[in-house]
């Protein structure tokens, strides 16, 4: 009777211990989760960044391409160098 008690209360405790093992299995699963999500949107975000970046110095090139004036010839109809 007593191994009969024995073996029982051990296999209570190991049903325990795989509970917990699978609680905190669920735990880090969801912890990847949310990094893996962070992860894409730090991608998304760079990707954008990027574009962003390109847009504005291909603005400011186009900017600066306007505001030069045409130069006007000298005395003599040569262009300054």
């Known amino acids: 009777m007593r191994e009969f008690i024995l073996n029982e209360y051990n296999l209570t405790l190991e049903a325990l211990e795989l509970a917990q093992m ?3 299995l669920v735990c880090i699963g969801e912890k990847e989760r949310i990094l893996r999500e962070r992860s894409a949107d730090l991608e998304a ?3 954008l960044l990027d574009a962003h ?3 504005a110095s291909a603005r400011l ?3 600066q391409m306007l505001s030069i004036s045409p ?3 000298d005395k003599d109809g040569q262009l300054a160098a």
């Open 45 to 47: 975000f760079r990707y």
């Open 61 to 63: 090139v186009g900017e």
């Open 22 to 24: 699978r609680a905190e």
């Open 71 to 73: 130069q006007k010839p």
């Open 53 to 55: 970046r390109v847009i």
